[in-house]
């Protein structure tokens, strides 16, 4: 499904990403590992068209997307979960979902689609009105993944989804992986 082919990135000066190759097959779930600076949120800004890299290749369903803008790579089914969740702290949790459908037009899929995540996540119905910048980080994790489902990913890119949550709410989020993998979702 997804094929990173030897790309090197760079921010300015600062040679980050030195020849990375990934393969990630249809239907699994891939983890990428590695210290701290070692280019994990590089390479998945990188997949997800936030940035160009200067060479090597980005196949994805057989279209190479390196330097195609992040937009467009959502419209083909490719989301990511930013490292540190982005929500949009002054919208709503529904707002925040109703912006994950942006590019969508079919108003009957995105109801569906809302409530699947609403029974993935009951916590984020009990606070659909609550503004997103004063949920709890586990509640904001949760937010950022569903919004990231409301545009109906194919391939989904999570980065730390685990970070700074305590081990119970870590077990929670995996098993929710497991289960978004399982519906189909790479
Ligand atoms: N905006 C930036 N400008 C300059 N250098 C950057 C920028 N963002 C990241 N870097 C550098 O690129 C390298 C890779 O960083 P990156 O954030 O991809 O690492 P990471 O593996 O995700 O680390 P962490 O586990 O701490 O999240 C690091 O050396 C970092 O200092
Ligand atoms: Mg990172």
């Known amino acids: 499904m997804l094929t990173v082919e030897d790309i090197n990135v760079y921010y300015g000066a600062i040679h980050a990403i030195k020849g990375i190759s990934l393969d990630v097959p249809d239907g699994e ?85 809302m409530d699947d995540v609403f029974k993935k996540f009951p916590r984020l119905l009990e606070r659909k009105d609550q503004l997103s910048g004063t949920l709890s980080g586990g509640e904001q994790q949760m937010l950022a993944m569903g919004r990231a489902l409301m545009s109906r990913p194919k391939l989904l890119l999570l980065d730390e989804p685990s970070m700074g949550l305590a081990p119970l709410l870590v077990k929670e989020i995996f098993n929710i992986i497991k289960e978004i993998n399982e519906s189909g979702t790479t």
Do not use: W
Not at 60 to 81: F, N, S, T, W
């Open 29 to 113: 779930i891939v983890a990428l590992i590695g210290s701290n600076g070692a280019g994990k949120s590089t390479t998945l800004r990188t997949i997800s068209g936030l940035m160009k890299p200067k060479t090597g290749k980005i196949l994805y369903e057989g279209h190479d997307i390196a330097g195609v803008p992040a937009h467009k790579i959502v419209g083909m089914g490719l989301c990511q979960v930013p490292e540190g969740r982005h929500v949009f702290a002054n919208m709503t949790v529904m707002e925040n979902l109703e912006l994950g459908a942006y590019l969508r037009k079919d108003k009957d899929g995105i109801a569906k689609d």
